[in-house]
């Protein structure tokens, strides 16, 4: 965004959901310690990146964001969320069931981009190398469930349910942006 000067074509609903998932996520920051400098570090990170985009957003760069555009109705992700975390949570404990709902929160956060994206028929380069990369850190995530799963007996239902929503999600941008932007060509979607 700085260097463009314009947050246009970022949608605000998904950076928006993408706090709120951290925030969720890593509450247990205030009553869990852990002797984990990088784990902790990471996760304020996270939090405080996300409050800045956000903070950016809404301040410096509102003028070049139109909402006319980002119009994905996000109550029905979260309230699809936080039923998901009500029913199927690992302990019925606030900090588990706002794990949970973080989880699938984060499956779905993607969405108003992606509809932003229909929307507008085109993204800037480097917009669709940050959703790229957001999508290459879920797909990620399937050789470490693979990983867990037969080296240590680990199965988590949650992460790997909701991952691969998400995965399935991205996987129409992930062709489009094969054919388009890995062979030099701007990212516009297809007629």
């Known amino acids: 965004m700085h260097q463009t000067n314009s947050c246009a074509g970022?949608?605000?609903?998904?950076?928006?959901?993408?706090?709120?998932?951290?925030?969720?996520?890593?509450?247990?920051?205030?009553?869990?310690?852990?002797?984990s400098l990088y784990?902790?570090?990471?996760?304020?990170?996270?939090?405080?990146?996300?409050g800045y985009t956000i903070y950016l957003m809404a301040t410096s760069y509102k003028p070049t964001h139109d909402p006319n555009l980002d119009t994905f109705r996000v109550q029905y992700l979260l309230g699809g969320s936080l039923v998901l975390a009500i029913i199927y949570p690992y302990a019925y404990t606030p900090a588990e069931i706002l794990w949970a709902f973080s989880i699938w929160l984060e499956s779905?956060?993607?969405?108003?981009?992606?509809?932003?994206?229909?929307?507008?028929?085109?993204?800037?380069t480097i917009t669709a190398n940050y959703l790229f990369a957001l999508g290459s850190y879920r797909a990620l995530y399937i050789p470490n469930w693979l990983w867990r799963y037969f080296r240590e007996s680990h199965w988590d239902?949650?992460?790997?349910?909701?991952?691969?929503?998400?995965?399935?999600?991205?996987?129409?941008?992930?062709w489009i942006y094969y054919t388009k932007v890995m062979k030099g060509k701007r990212f516009t979607l297809p007629v």
């Open 157 to 174: 239902g949650i992460a790997v349910f909701a991952g691969v929503i998400q995965t399935i999600l991205y996987s129409d941008f992930f």
């Open 108 to 124: 779905v956060a993607i969405l108003p981009q992606l509809f932003l994206l229909q929307r507008t028929g085109e993204a800037e």
């Open 10 to 35: 970022i949608s605000f609903k998904s950076q928006a959901l993408y706090l709120l998932v951290y925030i969720t996520r890593y509450l247990d920051l205030f009553w869990t310690f852990t002797d």
């Open 39 to 50: 784990n902790t570090s990471f996760k304020l990170l996270f939090l405080a990146s996300s």
